[in-house]
């Protein structure tokens, strides 16, 4: 059975990069696509964007210029990076085994407030 | 750009009582992906249904989906006292590549 654990600041300032990384065991790194899903309190699910070690990266056109999403395999993770944050990207940040069309497996979440 | 809209936002029920939810989307939108999951307060999303009709493993017959094109619906025939949740549909292959409704919160009447 596959398992996520994001880990990560849980505070970052604002201006700065966010940057989480997402362990994943029970499946390899190789096998499938992995997506990162961002949750802000008490609202909605936002994509941010998937990858797939060897076909490369698809990120939400909203969110693309700050974004990096890559993997290491060697590690079985996959990391995502946010620059130039704000308050509005204060949420959870969940990543998600990404199958087919839709996300089968995902790690708990972990909250980043972004504030000075 | 796809938009995914849920109704209602809020749907009040009792325990035994079917639940009947449902998902708009602004364009068409293959079958195939369409994908329906449950949240509880301060756990992950769980995967409920996906290709619109298909249970994910260990989802029970309770939960089924259904629709075609821009209308979708999820249905919950009896409700359990461990289904009071929110529900996201999700779309795949637009702009973005992933999409999500806005949620419908399923409470105790």
């Known amino acids: 059975q596959v398992q996520l654990q994001e880990s990560g600041p849980g505070l970052v300032k604002p201006s700065e990069t966010l940057s989480l990384t997402c362990t994943v065991s029970?499946?390899?790194?190789?096998?499938?696509?992995w997506s990162w899903i961002r949750q802000p309190p008490g609202k909605g699910l936002e994509w941010i964007g998937d990858i797939y070690f060897s076909r490369g990266t698809n990120y939400n056109p909203s969110l693309k210029s700050r974004i990096t999403i890559s993997v290491d395999t060697s590690k079985n993770q996959l990391s995502l990076k946010l620059s130039s944050v704000t308050a509005a990207d204060t949420a959870v940040y969940h990543c998600?085994?990404?199958?087919?069309?839709?996300?089968?497996?995902w790690g708990q979440g972990t909250l980043v407030t972004v504030s000075s | 750009e796809i938009v995914l809209t849920q109704s209602p936002v809020t749907l009040s029920l009792s325990p035994g009582e079917g639940a009947t939810l449902s998902c708009r989307a602004s364009q068409s939108v293959s079958s195939s992906y369409l994908a329906w999951y449950q949240q509880k307060p301060g756990q992950a999303p769980r995967l409920l249904i996906y290709g619109a009709s298909s249970r994910a493993t260990g989802i029970p017959d309770r939960f089924s989906g259904s629709g075609s094109g821009t209308d979708f619906t999820l249905t919950i025939s009896r409700l359990e006292p461990e289904d009071f949740a929110v529900y996201y549909c999700?779309?795949?292959?637009?702009?973005?590549?992933?999409?999500f409704g806005g949620g419908t919160k399923v409470e105790i009447k």
């Open positions: 998600a085994r990404h199958t087919a069309s839709h996300l089968d497996s």
């Open positions: 999700q779309e795949y292959g637009s702009s973005p590549l992933l999409s």
């Open positions: 029970g499946d390899s790194i190789r096998n499938s696509y």
